[in-house]
């Protein structure tokens, strides 16, 4: 029997209501950060983007986030990835300037959220606000009943990213995965050894199935 795991908790938008209900699910920090961001003259738009751009601010953002190293994509992978049909680009531009990127997948009743990217000269002018919102007005002209933005970049309740998702939505589902260890002795021993070089990277990474790959 292979066990289940909850992995973490993401957050999501049902699309069957109106536009102005969805609206009014908004925080109003985030209705503030819109408004500011419309005042600098940001804007949206979803023009598939140049594969070299996206991962220009794509690797910078990884970097600003001190991010885990196997979310540094290679270039194969974003080339494949900007030929799939199902893909949607949705971008903030601001004085000619994409200054944020975000790449979705709308297949059949789906919009789900999978890259986002922004430049750090540019956060407080809030792209990142506008970035999500562009998204749900991209959901919305489609056929999809669900927009999904998945969770943080932990399990933990108090993730930064997931706070900043549930400003958005207070809708929330669990992400199941499971898990199947072959060798376990020998599992044991690799992660024990990652742990007692890796100390301060146990906590974060424990439910992790391959956590001795992080460094």
């Known amino acids: 029997i292979i066990k289940i795991y909850l992995d973490r908790k993401t957050v999501f938008i049902n ?3 109106k536009e102005l209900a969805i609206e009014n699910k908004i925080d109003k920090s985030v209705i503030r950060n819109l408004k500011k961001a419309n005042n600098f003259g940001l804007s949206v738009d979803n023009i ?8 220009k ?11 885990n190293s196997y979310l540094f994509f290679n270039r194969k992978y974003f080339e494949n990835l900007f030929k799939l049909s199902s893909l949607v ?4 531009n601001y004085n000619n300037k994409t200054i944020a990127t975000a790449v979705c997948f709308r297949y059949k009743k789906y919009f789900h959220y999978h890259l986002g990217a922004s430049y750090s000269d540019y956060l407080s002018l809030r792209p990142n606000d506008l970035i ?4 749900i007005q991209a959901s919305l002209k489609g056929e999809s009943y669900f927009l999904h933005f998945g969770g943080g970049n932990s399990s933990f309740a108090d993730d930064s990213l997931l706070r900043f998702k549930k400003k958005f939505s207070k809708d929330i589902s669990c992400f199941y995965i499971s898990k199947i260890i072959h060798n376990k002795t020998v599992y044991n021993s690799v992660c024990d050894s990652w742990a007692d ?7 974060q990474f424990n439910n992790f199935l391959l956590k001795y790959r992080e460094q």
Not at 48 to 55: A, P, R
Not at 57 to 67: A, D, L, Q
Not at 197 to 203: S, T
Request: hydrophobic share 40%; glycine share 6%; net charge positive.
């Open 48 to 55: 598939l983007g140049k594969v070299d751009d996206f991962i």
């Open 89 to 92: 680009n949705v971008n903030v």
């Open 132 to 135: 999500f919102y562009g998204m």
């Open 15 to 17: 699309l069957n209501n």
């Open 197 to 203: 070089a890796h100390p301060c990277q146990v906590k």
């Open 57 to 67: 601010i794509y690797h910078h953002t990884m970097k600003r986030v001190n991010s």
